[in-house]
DNA sequence: TATTGTTATACTCTATAACTATA
DNA sequence: TATAGTTATAGAGTATAACAATA
């Protein structure tokens, strides 16, 4: 990687080889460790069989039993046809229970089993876990205010409280220029 | 969502319905926040015709002009036939010249064009735009506080300045349970 | 024979839409 | 006719591996 190239390759068009390519603000800073932390939290809870999908879906059927999947597919922004699959995969594992709502039998209200909540137990503390390793650079202290700042910032972007952006599909670049 | 439900529902599973499923912590709202600071990112660089891989792409290239194809696979985490179809459509879009290294012909040396350039720059207003709106809800002590925290954290988490890890395939949990 | 880049193939994931059963 | 859930199909995206050119 020097700069001895023959009279082939002309000089042309680098200019400012350096700065300006390097992000450094705290909004990629986010995106970065977002991911990371993501990707991190993934492999923990994938030792439990699980995908992060899955933890959030076991999270909400536990704050609200008794929902049903059309309701559950709202919440998280999926079609519904997504919320089956992934139910049929935590029923799967015995995590989840659909029953047939008396009322309505059109209706399948979503519990967890036991072993859900043994299982949702054990997220916990995985998640406990990740937090502390995420974060070991930082002393209580600043773990609180970086916590206080990302609350403000959830706050402000309207972010639903435990709803992972994940769940649904990354909005990926509405089409290359033309308006919609 | 009320309680007459008749005896063909058993009162069984649900025992602690509401705190312990919303997660609260600093590490899921960095993944929340990044994914949604990712997602409104892709939307602004979409104007421009470019998805985030290819922003990311070319601040590598100006950072480093000249470079084969297959470093830039190894620096990204990607595999170097991905880093191909990237090209292409960069190349395609007359924002990055393939040219063959006079040394070893096997190479090829990427460069920007000069539209590419111009494109960088409008990047670089975007992100500005970006950073600026997602960081609404903070003054900008308290943005400088948050970089510097954030900064501490991507340090002693290892991640290399200006790679996203988005980039790559998440490392899907290698196994989910069973074996198959 | 080893390496760079390319092409071809297969696989995974997810949305769309057709279909069923209830209402 | 309308709605909850399911199933079937198709499309996008990406890794794996075979391939061609150069060393």
Aim: net charge positive; charged share 25%.
């Amino acid at each position: 990687m020097s700069d001895r190239q023959p009279d082939t390759t002309p000089p042309a068009s680098d200019p400012a080889p350096g700065p300006a390519s390097a992000p450094r603000g705290a909004a990629f800073l986010l995106a970065q460790i977002g991911a990371h932390a993501a990707g991190r939290f993934a492999e923990r809870v994938g030792d439990l069989g699980l995908t992060p999908a899955d933890v959030g879906l076991l999270r909400m059927i536990a704050g609200r039993p008794g929902r049903s999947q059309r309701a559950l597919a709202e919440d998280l922004g999926v079609v519904p046809s997504r919320v089956v699959t992934l139910i049929d995969s935590l029923e799967g594992k015995g995590l989840v229970e659909r029953r047939r709502s008396a009322e309505d039998r059109r209706n399948h209200e979503l519990h967890l089993t036991a072993e859900g909540r043994r299982t949702l137990g054990a997220v916990s503390r995985k998640a406990a876990a990740h937090e502390d390793d995420l974060l070991a650079a930082l002393d209580p202290a600043q773990r609180a205010q970086l916590l206080d700042l990302l609350e403000r910032v959830a706050t402000q972007q309207e972010l639903t409280p435990g709803v992972h952006p994940g769940y649904r599909t990354l909005q990926k670049s509405p089409r290359s220029g033309r308006p919609e």
